[in-house]
């Protein structure tokens, strides 16, 4: 598990969109601490979390097919696609 950890922490100071984020690290709080924010932190923990743990380590490994996967599954959902948006323009006000 640290490993799983560790490529998640190298993906989020590696990637320049994960960057803009965690500038806005208290804003992207709030957002996932709202009642959208619980219910997608509800979806992607589903099973264990195995889909998100398995995307932040292909992605920490260069491979964005699983994360792309993971996406595809969110933007499904009503609440996750609300989520998403609002994560997406918040990377874009960073």
């Given at each position: 598990m640290p490993s799983e950890?560790?490529?998640l922490a190298k993906m989020?100071?590696?990637?320049?969109?994960?960057?803009?984020?965690?500038?806005?690290?208290?804003?992207?709080?709030?957002?996932l601490n709202s009642p959208e924010g619980?219910?997608?932190l509800t979806q992607l923990s589903a099973g264990g979390g195995d889909a998100l743990k398995k995307a932040a380590a292909d992605a920490a490994a260069g491979n964005k097919d699983s994360g792309k996967a993971l996406l595809s599954s969110l933007m499904s959902d009503p609440e996750g696609a609300s989520l998403i948006s609002k994560v997406v323009s918040l990377a874009k006000e960073g």
């Amino acid at each position: 598990m640290p490993s799983e950890y560790a490529d998640l922490a190298k993906m989020l100071l590696t990637n320049p969109s994960a960057g803009k984020m965690l500038k806005n690290l208290d804003k992207v709080s709030a957002l996932l601490n709202s009642p959208e924010g619980k219910a997608l932190l509800t979806q992607l923990s589903a099973g264990g979390g195995d889909a998100l743990k398995k995307a932040a380590a292909d992605a920490a490994a260069g491979n964005k097919d699983s994360g792309k996967a993971l996406l595809s599954s969110l933007m499904s959902d009503p609440e996750g696609a609300s989520l998403i948006s609002k994560v997406v323009s918040l990377a874009k006000e960073g």
